[in-house]
């Protein structure tokens, strides 16, 4: 997840670099900043706590995300924005190392007592085929289990990243576009999850029952997904909104198990 965010701050930079005007006018380039932003204290900062905890370094680096914010919401300068965004992708890297060199104790100690076969399979399948998709599936685990979180929207978030990581290693995009008669939808540049699932069982000889089961496992978890990021926003009541979006990401884990299951020919 990390990894993909500073890939994504340095393609925002690049952008702004390729301009001519002193001040960042555009809206679009407004709004690539507040999603960036929004995905790191939607998904990567928790994550982050999880592993390093509530440090002074990342309360420096959310201030730097929320003055990028600030930025996106007037015209500034352009040369204000690289900075900004060469301070945040120099922190995001060490992050990144950091969270690859730390052990997570607590994890596993969750794992061994509250794992069930199902969880356990799924795991074992993936620490060996996708790893990354398995330390998604694992914190998301952990945070379900936990009951200590003011906040599921990164856990969600987790749910999802270990489901799409296992689709675009099953699923590469050169061989999905390959197909004979494939179209990418309708404002996407590449490849949906909803395109690599039916790619995917389709390869492997199922009818169509079973990929359109599986294609609406996927909305469910898409449309889940997008209300738990959204529910902050909307709930009033931070108690509230806690006990509403965990039990929706308990659904939408049931979900992705269904889906994983299937895609990784776990036999139950």
């Known amino acids: ?112 007592v509250s794992l069930s076969t199902d969880e356990t399979s799924i795991l074992q399948t993936l620490d060996h085929l996708i790893p990354s998709a398995a330390a998604s599936y694992r914190q998301g685990l952990a945070d379900l289990n936990g009951g200590d979180r003011l906040s599921y929207r990164g856990t969600a978030a987790e749910l999802r990243e270990a489901l799409r990581e296992t689709l675009d290693h099953l699923a590469p995009d050169d061989a999905v576009t390959a197909q004979a008669g494939f179209k990418l939808e309708s404002g996407q540049t590449k490849p949906t999850m909803k395109q690599k699932v039916a790619f995917v069982l389709t390869s492997r000889g199922r009818n169509k029952t079973q990929r359109v089961s599986a294609e609406k496992s996927l909305a469910v978890i898409e449309e889940l997904s997008g209300e738990v990021l959204r529910a902050v926003y909307n709930r009033a009541s931070l108690a509230t909104h806690v006990q509403e979006s965990r039990s929706e990401v308990q659904q939408i884990k049931r979900y992705v198990d269904t889906v994983l299951f299937d895609l990784l020919e776990i036999v139950r």
Do not use: C
């Not at 930079?13 to 407004?30: E, H, I, M, P």
């Open 1 to 112: 997840m990390l990894g993909q965010l500073i890939a994504d701050v340095e393609a925002f930079g690049a952008s702004l670099r390729r301009g001519q005007a002193v001040n960042v006018n555009d809206q679009s380039s407004k709004d690539r900043a507040i999603e960036l932003a929004t995905r790191y204290f939607a998904e990567a900062r928790p994550t982050l706590v999880e592993i390093l905890g509530e440090t002074e370094a990342l309360l420096i680096h959310d201030d730097l995300w929320q003055q990028l914010v600030r930025l996106a919401h007037g015209n500034n300068a352009r040369r204000t924005y690289l900075g900004l965004l060469a301070s945040l992708r120099r922190d995001l890297t060490n992050f990144n190392v950091a969270t690859l060199t730390s052990p997570l104790p607590r994890i596993a100690n969750r794992e061994a």
